[in-house]
């Protein structure tokens, strides 16, 4: 019996081919038992299995089919909380020591696509993080004295060298980071659990995992049709815990966002992105995109908490490329899909051991590329035996995401940031006028 298809998406119709792995069936005794098949739970696989431990993964559909299979693609240090705010929260040498870890992240992706022989994984080099807004003159100096705090390798560009690889009045400055890169993701994962497997672990797909109990020094996994037995667990979902561990699951709130890939489009790209790297701007809620396979255009933005997809999800898609690329004229949309990303309420991930033997690796919150592994490697020396990374994230323990109320709330925060951002855009463009004149 098949574990149902791919989300239709640019990257299920580009997909290497991979049968079905069976669900799981009766009992299984394994050193670490992890739960869920996106990157956080691949990664905690692998890393264990490099270290010569005996692994079993469950994922309740396939390998990468929720947000790991279907986001941006893009690998880059950083959270979802604002380096300044960690800063602020946690002083400077911790906040410099969990953005190191995020840019081993980086590393330990790209490591594994090498290791893996897959180069055509990686598709471009390089991200640049784009205002909408001028951001002044001091605007250099600022983004230098952060990347030195931090141990960063971002820089800043001046508008007219933006405004000459990407062809849009609607950027002024960027910082570009030269560590990012993006890839396909899906391609990414499928590679990762076949390595998995070729190292003796073992994964079952269409296998949801049901119930969790402590039994003297080990965890009891309970499925649909099995169990595993296991000193250590690794949960690796996002708000869909819930079965296994209700705490976890409310502190952790799903949140969707859309993304879009045109059909070929022909030169007329090139001309307006003259880019391969990977390109955000730095609103609330701000776009996402990068040019893939020649001439088209994958393009993701937009957050809510509302994770049904929405009607006309295409049309709005390209209305959102054309207020930025109108000369971009008569697209036309070829996929679009939702995504839901995993947030907790401080905007950092779940990472760590919250009770003896049981970790969690969740919540990325759009950050999860490059974060997973992050998460990973900490949950991994964890096991081993070496807290000194996970208890990098210890201050951000799990809280209450309040539910349905929590969701509405969230919203509410979302718009009135989206407010923000187009009251900022009107201010700086009367302003930009008015010197004109």
């Not at 296991?230 to 949960?235: E, Q, R």
């Not at 990977?278 to 995109?289: L, Q, V």
Request: charged share 25%; hydrophobic share 40%; net charge positive.
């Amino acid at each position: 019996m098949g574990n149902g298809a791919y989300p239709a998406s640019w990257y299920a119709a580009t997909r290497d081919a991979s049968a079905d792995r069976p669900p799981l069936a009766g009992r299984t005794d394994t050193d670490v038992a992890v739960v869920g098949g996106g990157f956080a739970g691949l990664h905690s696989a692998r890393l264990l299995a490099l270290q010569g431990k005996r692994v079993t993964l469950v994922e309740r559909h396939r390998i990468g089919w929720g947000a790991s299979g279907r986001n941006g693609g893009f690998v880059g240090p950083g959270f979802a909380e604002r380096s300044g705010a960690l800063i602020d929260r946690l002083g400077l040498d911790h906040a410099r020591r969990l953005y190191a870890q995020s840019q081993r992240g980086v590393d330990i992706v790209r490591e594994a696509i090498d290791a893996l022989g897959r180069p055509d994984i990686h598709m471009g080099s390089g991200k640049l993080s784009v205002s909408r807004t001028d951001q002044g003159p001091g605007f250099a100096d600022r983004t230098r004295t952060l990347a030195d705090r931090l141990g960063a390798t971002f820089e800043p560009w001046d508008a007219g060298r933006v405004r000459g690889l990407l062809d849009t009045s609607r950027y002024h400055q960027a910082i570009h980071d030269p560590q990012s890169f993006h890839i396909h993701p899906l391609n990414l994962a499928l590679a990762l659990a076949a390595d998995i497997e070729a190292r003796g672990g073992a994964i079952h797909e269409g296998t949801e995992a049901t119930g969790l109990a402590r039994e003297g020094s080990a965890w009891r996994l309970r499925t649909r049709r099995g169990e595993i037995v296991a000193p250590h667990v690794v949960l690796a979902g996002n708000a869909d815990l819930g079965p296994v561990q209700p705490q976890m699951a409310g502190a952790v709130l799903p949140v969707a966002t859309y993304v879009a890939v045109t059909e070929k489009i022909g030169p007329k790209l090139a001309e307006a992105i003259r880019w391969s790297g990977a390109i955000s701007d730095t609103r609330r809620a701000g776009d996402y995109y990068r040019v893939i396979d020649g001439d088209r255009l994958l393009w993701g933005g937009r957050i809510t908490t509302d994770t049904r997809e929405p009607p006309r999800l295409r049309e709005m898609m390209r209305g959102d490329i054309l207020s930025v690329y109108p000369q971009l004229g008569d697209i036309r949309i070829e996929y679009a899909w939702p995504g839901i990303m995993g947030y907790a309420p401080h905007k950092m991930p779940q990472v760590g051991e919250i009770q003896p033997g049981l970790w969690i690796c969740s919540a990325f919150g759009g950050h999860g590329l490059a974060q997973t592994a992050a998460g990973a490697d900490a949950v991994t020396t964890g096991i081993l035996g070496d807290d000194s990374l996970w208890r990098l994230f210890e201050p951000f323990g799990t809280r209450w995401a309040g539910g349905p109320f929590g969701r509405a709330a969230t919203q509410l925060a979302y718009w009135s940031l989206q407010a923000r951002d187009r009251w900022d855009e009107k201010r700086h463009a009367k302003n930009a006028e008015t010197l004109r004149t």
